[in-house]
């Protein structure tokens, strides 16, 4: 009960800070009490919409599927990893990426800390393998905690230059993607880990255990091309 509760105080976490940003943002531009309002309320209407589409896909054991083509990256995970590059290329991105200091998006990755618990949870329980936690091959907690301190010595007490903080933008990317193989290959693969069926329970299909491919490690991602991308427009900024 305990992971189950770990992922949708995450999945609540991870929409709060989003919805603060939208505020932040829409204050910092100065439209009016009515105009935030309104778009903090489509923010939640999106939001709500892909919680809701995530939860419709996994109850109709549509992704509960082992066999190729894969049907969970395709029918959750690319099109978070469209919505993202969509919005970057966008000309609303610009709005955001002006206002939202850039130390935010490093202290945001400390969230990945949890979420590796909660994975680690999973493994416990019998419904995840040990290859995708800090037990086998999984980075993620010394990854964020770094990128935390990175964020932190870089724009709270200017002690490191700015392109380290640039960089370890790629390394969490790198940390991201080698955990999304890893569950690939447990999971469609398992003859690569000289096993004959795969690694990860039919009981990871349900919610909210789907939220970690379609809201945790997709914001991740977000935030991570988020800095890369204001780096690159904005660095004279902060």
Known sequence: MWVQISFSLLVIYVGVCFYKAVDYVHKKEGLSSKEISKKKKRFLGIFAGWLLYTAGITF????ADFSLPP?????????TFIS?????KSDAS?????????????YYQGFRVPVELSIYGLYLLGIGPVHVTFAGYNYEIVGSILIVLVGLGVYQFS???QVIAYVINYIGLALLAIIVAIFMICGFFPEFLGQSSPLISY????????????????????VHCFSIVQ?????DLF
């Open 94 to 106: 610009d709005l955001y990426l002006k206002h939202i200091p850039k130390q935010y998006a490093y």
């Open 84 to 88: 993202i590059a969509w919005f970057l």
């Open 159 to 161: 002690v490191l230059p």
């Open 71 to 79: 049907k969970m990256p395709l029918l959750i995970i690319l099109p």
């Open 203 to 222: 009981d990871f299909f349900s919610v909210p255990y789907t939220y970690l491919a379609s809201v945790l490690m997709p914001s991740a991602v977000f």
């Open 60 to 63: 109709s054991g549509i992704i």
């Open 231 to 235: 780096y690159h427009k904005f660095k």
